[in-house]
């Protein structure tokens, strides 16, 4: 047992804690953090502490929680949340979990530490102790036959069931944005956190993140639970995005750009977080916008609408094949085929026209050709998978779908973000435009988003057409 120099509380301040999460964190605050970190109140503490006790009320089931980091939400949500709540319910069951199993125990340790301390014990011991054979980093049980198990994605299915479910940190910063690591922990929340609750109709589950990427755990959560209660914190005001949720919260703050903790962050550590983290680090993790407002590698505001392009400018067409069936099983929302039509001349670039659909292999074949015929000379390029599989592709395209078209496949090495630099400095320069259309909206709103976007088809396809037409020495293939 962990020794405190806190005296027991007294009766009226012991109540407040049992009947209270924030009463409660503020009085133990000090078992786990040193005299040099005083405890700072602020509202959003407030707001936390009132949505876990309504999950522990069993009036919210489903709980997001955006938040930048150093608000304490690892402090609440993974630390003194299950140890108040084992003060009258100790019979609950714990499941909570992080990206990294390492961060998980760090958490479970903290809590176990805290119901271990003579302040605790003093205080709240009475109801139960932990099982002597049951006391581990990563699982721990009580006589009331309470339990906490630390989970993380890479562990699957524990077999274990639980009254309350949080997941603090699904993602690694640089691991969301891996569409493969991103998709491993949605998978693991789909196929593994929905079989976990013993009691469906009353055990809930707590997400608590920063956004990373439009397509992380929080934007999956968002788009396929609408029942979701969304508590949505940035760092400094949004209006635009006000934070409302089921239980009366509103976000008090009334000016845009209003801190959300100015005593502890003040606009000199925003200044400085937002220089170490850069745009898209400081959209997602401080403003929980998984992309800056306006766009970051690219703004829509950089791009002019023009009714035309000269006609004889130097043109090329680039597709981003993608052979996905919209009617197949598997993703609901899958990746399109995507062909960007762009034209140069004296240095400006004009993005002329953009195709864009999901198809099965055939129907990709199909789009390519038709629009080759509706383009005419125009020489088109076609992305190149690595591998034998790629040149297959290209080379089935060449004699039996591109045949009299100058067709040819390009091999790329580098990652989507380099090889769109040198497309976004020439838009940010003024030199790219836009010929008026119907496809101008949602290729906008998805160069904003890149690279934490769900989708990057027409990213790529544009890259590579204004690569094309950067290199004055292009080696066309002759007509087959």
């Given at each position: 047992?962990?020794?405190?120099?806190?005296?027991?509380?007294?009766?009226?301040?012991?109540?407040?804690?049992?009947?209270?999460l924030k009463d409660f964190v503020m009085q133990a605050w000090h078992v786990l953090e040193p005299p040099t970190r005083p405890f700072q109140d602020n509202w959003h503490i407030s707001a936390i502490c009132d949505h876990l006790e309504a999950v522990?009320?069993?009036?919210?089931r489903k709980l997001l929680i955006n938040i930048p980091p150093g608000h304490m939400k690892s402090w609440l949500c993974s630390v003194a949340w299950n140890a108040w709540e084992w003060i009258d319910a100790p019979y609950t069951r714990w499941l909570t979990g992080a990206y990294s199993l390492d961060l998980a125990i760090r958490d479970t340790v903290k809590t176990r530490r805290l119901i271990d301390s003579n302040w605790y014990q003093e205080n709240f011991g009475e109801s139960f102790s932990f099982q002597p054979d049951q006391n581990q980093k990563t699982r721990y049980e009580n006589t009331e036959t309470g339990f906490r198990v630390a989970i993380t994605p890479g562990m699957g299915g524990t077999g274990e069931r639980g009254n309350r479910i949080v997941v603090d940190d699904g993602h690694n910063v640089r691991?969301?944005?891996?569409?493969?690591?991103?998709?491993?922990?949605?998978?693991?929340?789909?196929?593994?956190?929905?079989?976990?609750?013993?009691?469906?109709?009353?055990?809930?589950?707590?997400?608590?993140?920063?956004?990373?990427?439009?397509?992380?755990?929080?934007?999956?959560i968002m788009e396929t639970e609408p029942d979701v209660d969304h508590l949505m914190l940035p760092m400094e005001y949004d209006p635009d995005r006000k934070c409302r949720?089921?239980?009366?919260?509103?976000?008090?703050?009334?000016?845009?750009?209003?801190?959300?903790?100015?005593?502890?962050f003040g606009r000199k550590t925003l200044t400085e977080w937002t220089r170490r983290l850069g745009s898209y680090g400081a959209a997602g993790q401080l403003q929980q916008r998984p992309a800056p407002r306006g766009g970051g590698l690219f703004q829509r505001d950089w791009f002019e609408i023009v009714p035309g392009a000269p006609a004889d400018a130097t043109r090329v067409r680039y597709w981003d094949a993608a052979?996905?069936?919209?009617?197949?099983?598997?993703?609901?929302?899958?990746?399109?085929?995507?062909?960007?039509?762009?034209s140069e001349k004296a240095g400006i670039f004009?993005?002329?026209d953009v195709k864009r659909k999901r198809a099965n292999p055939l129907g990709v074949e199909k789009l390519v050709r038709q629009t080759a015929e509706l383009d005419g000379t125009i020489p088109v390029w076609m992305e190149q998978e690595g591998g034998a599989s790629g040149k297959l592709t290209i080379s089935h395209f060449q004699r039996n779908v591109m045949k009299g078209f100058a067709f040819r496949g390009n091999?790329?090495?580098?990652s989507k973000e380099a090889r769109a630099d040198p497309f976004s400095a020439a838009a940010e320069a003024g030199n790219v435009k836009l010929?008026?259309?119907?496809?101008?909206?949602?290729?906008?709103?998805?160069?904003?988003?890149?690279?934490a976007g769900k989708h990057d088809d027409q990213v790529d396809a544009s890259s590579g057409a204004f690569e094309k037409l950067n290199t004055k020495s292009t080696p066309w293939i002759e007509v087959l």
């Open positions: 047992m962990l020794s405190s120099n806190l005296p027991s509380l007294n009766d009226f301040d012991r109540e407040l804690a049992r009947r209270h522990s009320a069993g009036h919210i691991g969301a944005l891996s569409p493969v690591q991103r998709k491993e922990v949605i998978n693991w929340w789909d196929e593994t956190m929905p079989t976990r609750t013993n009691d469906p109709e009353k055990d809930a589950w707590v997400v608590i993140m920063q956004r990373l990427h439009q397509d992380d755990l929080a934007g999956h949720t089921s239980i009366q919260f509103t976000d008090p703050r009334k000016r845009r750009g209003e801190l959300l903790f100015p005593d502890r052979a996905t069936d919209p009617k197949g099983k598997g993703s609901n929302d899958p990746d399109y085929t995507a062909g960007c039509r762009m004009y993005v002329e091999k790329v090495s580098s010929v008026k259309g119907a496809w101008n909206e949602e290729y906008l709103r998805e160069l904003e988003l890149f690279p």
